[in-house]
């Protein structure tokens, strides 16, 4: 689909390569798009996986990339991407990397059966033209003056995308469901995105939350949520250093917690090949499992939650991270999300477990909880239905009482040293 395209300076307003007869639509110099033919929409098989492979040019710190479907009226020859719908398929980050020093790229691998549905959905495919959007937004400025070749370059990375399937091609379905949800909004392009300290990015001012609604038109046999996040903000105290736990609610119930990060950093450390603050000189395991959200080169997690059967009407959901702090009125959270459903049977499904669970048995005694588990509990946490937090404490003893709790339904969260997590509802009388 990409060959090494080039990506250019994020923040320049001349769009180079703007009339290259190589069939790419370059809305910015970091995001481009390349309309899907009739050839290529008929090589989907059921197994799908897409390969990104980002090469390192002058630019030399960790940037946000991702790859996006657009679903345009057909015929048009170009679009605005605030006019029409569009669904984030992956996310990844780049490393620190020197052009001049190997490996001079990383490669990032996706397992993606339910896009191969989307890919086939009759319905869409006779309403609209299905182009692929790839961005990588770079600025060459520190590249300039610390890479030797790039003191006059604006050229910042290039990328190569493609799919590729063990299957053959499949028949286009009529049982796909398509929702988009929320899209998240690029780097430079204005509105923040999810924080407590911007109008429009939260539900209330001061409290890190925000509800997305969306419409289901018809009932389906099987619904997931395809959740997208990442915590940006490199500031001091910024959220990007601190790992904090995120609920999901769907129509108001608890559906979904994760804590990002907490995964070992080390397999990445090979495509840093740019000196930074973020990887020592010799490897520290331990480390990894409290710094940061996540990897510089590393694929972001691609997050399903299962909702099982789903009736038509409005629907909302709800993203709360309490605990974020945004200090200083910095940082923003990216987040994406679309819904897709299955008409009859089961929405296909070869995406990892990535919220890293905690096996705790809990038993509730009147307003006392108890909790017991493999390891000892190193932070509990009660939570308003709503995702506010109550009350933590550190090294718990395996037992907390809600007996000073207003009567109700409260979300209680036990993690582990290393931050997986249990999470039980309690309601107190």
């Known amino acids: 689909m990409y060959d090494k395209a080039v990506f250019y300076d994020g923040y320049n307003a001349n769009v180079f390569d703007k009339d290259a007869a190589d069939g790419i639509l370059r809305h910015t110099n970091y995001l481009y798009a390349k309309r899907l033919t009739d050839a290529d929409l008929q090589w989907f098989g059921n197994d799908l996986t897409m390969k990104v492979s980002i090469g390192a040019l002058c630019d030399n710190y960790d940037r946000l990339g991702n790859v996006t479907l657009a679903l345009v009226p057909k015929g048009e020859e170009?679009?605005?991407?605030?006019?029409?719908?569009?669904?984030?398929?992956?996310?990844?980050?780049?490393?620190?990397?020197?052009?001049?020093?190997?490996p001079n790229s990383v490669p990032y691998e996706y397992k993606l059966p339910g896009l191969s549905l989307i890919m086939r959905d009759a319905a869409l495919r006779a309403k609209y033209d299905f182009w692929l959007e790839f961005e990588v937004f770079g600025i060459p400025y520190a590249a300039n003056q610390q890479i030797v070749g790039c003191a006059t370059r604006n050229d910042v990375f290039s990328g190569t995308l493609e799919f590729v399937s063990a299957d053959e091609p499949a028949e286009l379905t009529e049982d796909n469901v398509l929702v988009p949800i929320v899209m998240k909004k690029t780097e430079i392009h204005g509105?923040?995105?999810?924080?407590?300290?911007?109008?429009?990015?939260?539900?209330?001012?001061?409290?890190?939350?925000?509800?997305?609604?969306?419409?289901?038109?018809?009932?389906?046999?099987?619904?997931?949520?395809?959740?997208?996040?990442?915590?940006?903000?490199?500031?001091?105290?910024?959220?990007?250093?601190?790992?904090?736990?995120?609920?999901?609610?769907?129509?108001?119930?608890?559906?979904?917690?994760?804590?990002?990060?907490?995964?070992?950093?080390?397999p990445y450390r090979k495509y840093n090949t740019q000196a930074n603050g973020i990887y020592g000189y010799t490897p520290d395991y331990d480390f990894w499992y409290n710094y940061s959200n996540w990897c510089p080169g590393q694929a972001f997690p691609i997050r399903e939650i299962?909702?099982?059967?789903?009736?038509?009407?409005?629907?909302?959901?709800?993203?709360?991270?309490?605990?974020?702090?945004?200090?200083?009125?910095?940082?923003?959270?990216?987040?994406?999300?679309?819904?897709?459903?299955?008409r009859k049977g089961l929405v296909p499904s070869e995406v990892p477990e990535l919220v890293m669970?905690?096996?705790?048995?809990?038993?509730?005694?009147?307003?006392?909880?108890?909790?017991?588990?493999?390891?000892?509990?190193?932070?509990?946490?009660?939570?308003?239905?709503?995702?506010?937090?109550?009350?933590?404490?550190?090294?718990p003893c395996d037992?907390?009482?809600?007996?000073?709790?207003?009567?109700?339904?409260?979300?209680i969260s036990v993690r582990t040293a290393d931050g997986r997590a249990a999470l039980h509802k309690m309601v107190v009388k």
Do not use: W
């Open 191 to 266: 509105p923040k995105n999810f924080n407590s300290y911007t109008e429009g990015a939260c539900d209330e001012l001061g409290k890190a939350a925000k509800t997305y609604r969306f419409t289901l038109d018809e009932d389906v046999n099987d619904a997931r949520i395809i959740l997208i996040t990442s915590n940006h903000g490199a500031a001091e105290n910024g959220e990007e250093y601190v790992r904090r736990h995120h609920f999901v609610y769907v129509d108001g119930e608890p559906v979904f917690d994760y804590t990002p990060g907490g995964v070992d950093c080390e």
């Open 78 to 102: 170009s679009y605005d991407i605030d006019e029409v719908q569009r669904i984030e398929v992956a996310r990844f980050v780049t490393p620190f990397m020197n052009k001049n020093r190997q």
């Open 306 to 342: 299962h909702l099982g059967a789903m009736k038509a009407g409005e629907h909302s959901m709800l993203l709360s991270v309490p605990d974020a702090e945004f200090y200083g009125n910095q940082g923003d959270f990216y987040v994406s999300a679309y819904l897709q459903g299955a």
């Open 357 to 395: 669970k905690a096996d705790f048995e809990f038993r509730q005694e009147g307003n006392t909880l108890f909790f017991h588990g493999a390891e000892p509990a190193a932070e509990v946490a009660i939570y308003s239905i709503g995702g506010e937090l109550l009350y933590g404490r550190h090294n």
């Open 399 to 411: 037992s907390i009482s809600l007996e000073t709790f207003a009567p109700g339904l409260y979300l």
